[in-house]
């Protein structure tokens, strides 16, 4: 009885974990710079995401981006468009795919790419001056990713 009651464990959990599968970075599939899958395979939570948009050792979206939702993070950023009213210009899946790579959807972006290893121009080292060798950790992981475009999809008109 044990044994068939941890067998019975061993494959729930097996089972579960297969649900929620996490995509690499080298997986993503993008269409037309959409992302429709979810990267951890799991929902993301917008108090989250807001941490993740407004740390600097994170995201730091809020570097960039400008937001009235956003008005009580300090210092934000003009350098790339207002997010007033993103998640009604862009749908879930082309947010994923914004910030994952921004550059699927805009070539010529400036923004940076937080889910990807590989493909870099001029990758570097920390703080070494050296330059970094692929594939190279994301800047920010699979659920993180998942939980900005939970917060994004609150920037609402």
């Known amino acids: 009885m044990m044994r068939q009651i941890l067998i019975g464990m061993t ?3 097996f089972c579960a974990g297969a649900a929620v599968a996490q995509v ?3 997986a993503v599939a993008f269409t037309e710079g959409a992302v429709e899958q979810s990267l951890s395979g799991a929902a993301g939570n917008p108090e989250e995401g807001k941490k993740v948009f407004a740390t600097a050792g994170l995201g730091n979206c809020v570097a960039c981006h400008a937001a009235e939702i956003t008005k009580d993070i300090p210092f934000p950023g003009t350098v790339g ?5 993103a998640a009604d210009r862009w749908s879930e899946a082309q ?3 914004l910030v ?3 550059k699927m959807t805009f070539d010529g972006t400036i923004m940076p790419s937080f889910y990807k290893t590989s493909g870099y121009i001029r990758p570097g080292d920390a703080y070494t001056g050296k330059a970094g060798t692929e594939p190279l950790p994301p800047v920010l992981s699979a659920q993180q990713v998942e ?3 939970a917060y994004l999809m609150t920037f609402k008109e």
């Open 11 to 13: 494959v729930s959990a």
């Open 24 to 26: 690499a970075p080298e």
């Open 81 to 85: 468009p207002t997010l007033d009213g």
């Open 95 to 97: 947010l994923r795919g």
């Open 100 to 102: 994952a790579n921004a």
């Open 147 to 149: 939980d900005v475009v």
